[in-house]
């Protein structure tokens, strides 16, 4: 039937990082910690891998300082700190320490798990799919599908969330 009619108004919820801005905020910190009076003589990097920040220094004080620093810029560029996981900070020998940040990119199963329960919580009249790393969101009516929206933006998720190609 939803053929005859057209399809349903929907959007897909994703949790996406603009990997752009976090270059730009990584190359902002790690020149930050080449020029800064406290930082030198520590030999502070902050490095982008793939899909991880790592941040270096010669002591743990210090990369505590530096990573203070990559937030700031992260911060600065709007990338949400939920962009960003991990960072247990451990030596690596040569009385060097580092912090490696994972960036999460795209929803997984767990998290896509809860994102469906709470929208079912709602008791509106949509229905919620996971779709590889992300959620697709679908509905006969277009205030349910912003209502969703509203409860999820409202919901403190561990994760950022983004809300695209809303369909009517």
Not at 75 to 100: F, N
Not at 121 to 147: F, Y
């Amino acid at each position: 039937m939803a053929g005859i009619l057209g399809p349903m108004p929907s959007f897909d919820v994703v949790s996406e990082v603009d990997l752009q801005e976090v270059r730009n905020a990584v190359d902002q910190a790690s020149r930050e910690l080449l020029t800064r009076y406290d930082f030198k003589g520590t030999d502070s990097t902050a490095h982008l891998a793939e899909h991880e920040v790592s941040v270096e220094s010669s002591t743990d004080h210090r990369l505590v300082a530096a990573v203070q620093v990559m937030r700031e810029k992260l911060a600065r560029r709007k990338v949400p700190q939920k962009a960003i996981s991990g960072g247990e900070p451990h030596e690596i020998g040569g009385g060097r320490y580092r912090a490696v940040f994972k960036l999460n990119q795209g929803i997984e199963q767990e998290a896509s798990k809860e994102l469906v329960k709470v929208i079912k919580g709602t008791k509106l009249k949509v229905q919620a799919a996971v779709q590889g790393d992300s959620v697709r969101v679908s509905g006969k009516n277009r205030d349910d599908l912003q209502e969703v929206i509203t409860t999820l933006k409202a919901l403190d998720f561990r994760l950022p969330l983004q809300f695209v190609n809303f369909r009517d």
